[in-house]
């Protein structure tokens, strides 16, 4: 088969279309012909060299993809060969196929097309797992989303709003604004213009957010913790700010918050298919009644994969991008 294959860390060009052999379905796993995987922010830290796949997983980037089941491997029971599916990958999804797990495995929800359904398991597997199954986001309570715009932040506004809470987002821009306002945001923070800590004490009469899903890191530890509600709860998801930032305890303590730090593609196979159990659950029937929907910003090759990591660097794009076979 071909897949992308990186020889050497660098820039989008890193990136390189080659033959590679084809993987086999393993104990427990499904072999799944890909139709289309998408662009997320881990693939460009694996493409440059500071995040390594891990043991054992396909050495390919692609933490999603969305296809049909070409082989079932020994164990595998409730799937069929011809099958279409999406799935949560360690690895591997930029690729003509890939053997997966048979617990990260997803039917394409009604309503959703094959190639689109690739949009999904990533983001909403982050999404569910952190706000709703260990941040505990409840009707009536304010979600802060960072990163309104990007595939998780699209993604967090209308699974929130389908649950019934308030969203405030940060973003970057008039545009991704209005982007988000249009996907259901109640609260619309310019983060290059505004103070998120002051716009969402004066949205929430001084309260603060309930929840705040962050991708920042460091640079944001400490407003977070300010903007944080009594018993409030943040969730880190990404270090784009950076690693190490010093925090002040007593400020927690005396909001009686929780901070919360997770990633999906190291964890065990057990905990991320009690997540996609749980997605298909809750979040499948918001989106085939399309309550719930992926945002697709722009849809490439597979082939040029280099030009969809430009895009995503660029930071312009609103909602996902994807790479088609």
């Known amino acids: 088969m ?36 998408a662009v997320n922010r881990a693939d460009l830290l694996q493409r440059q060299g500071f995040y390594d796949p891990p043991p054992g997983s396909s050495p390919y980037p692609g933490l999603e993809c969305s296809g049909r089941i070409a082989a079932i491997g020994p164990g595998v029971s409730g799937w069929a060969v011809g099958d279409e599916v999406c799935a949560l990958l360690a690895g591997g999804g930029y690729a003509q196929k890939v053997a997966v797990p048979a617990g990260q495995l997803l039917p394409v929800p009604a309503g959703v097309d094959l190639v689109t359904a690739a949009a999904l398991p990533e983001t909403v597997c982050t999404v569910w797992s952190n706000v709703f199954m260990v941040a505990g986001l409840r009707p009536g309570e304010t979600l802060l989303v960072h990163g309104g715009a990007s595939g998780i932040g699209t993604t967090a506004i209308q699974l929130a709003k389908a649950i019934g809470a308030r969203v405030a987002v940060t973003a970057g821009g008039k545009e991704k604004l209005e982007r988000c306002a249009e996907l259901g945001a109640d609260i619309l923070i310019d983060y290059r213009e505004q103070d998120f800590v002051e716009e969402i004490k004066a949205a929430t009469g001084g309260a603060g957010a309930d929840v705040i899903l962050d991708i920042m890191g460091a640079k944001y530890l ?51 298919a009690a997540i996609v159990a749980a997605v298909r659950e809750h979040v499948w029937p918001l989106v085939s009644t399309g309550r719930v929907r992926p945002v697709i910003h722009e849809t490439f090759p597979m082939t040029r994969a280099a030009d969809a990591h430009r895009v995503l660097e660029s930071s312009t794009h609103v909602g996902k991008v994807l790479l088609t076979l």
Do not use: F, M
């Open 222 to 272: 400490e407003r977070n913790v300010t903007a944080l509600a009594v018993n409030g709860r943040l969730a880190v998801i990404g270090l784009q700010g950076g690693l190490k930032a010093e925090l002040n305890l007593g400020a927690l303590l005396a909001k009686r918050a929780a901070i919360t730090a997770t990633s999906l593609r190291a964890r065990p196979l057990e905990e991320k």
């Open 2 to 37: 071909h897949a992308i294959t990186i020889e050497q860390p660098g820039g989008p060009e890193a990136l390189v279309w080659t033959d590679v052999p084809d993987p086999v379905a393993g104990e427990g796993e499904v072999l799944v012909e890909v139709a289309a995987s």
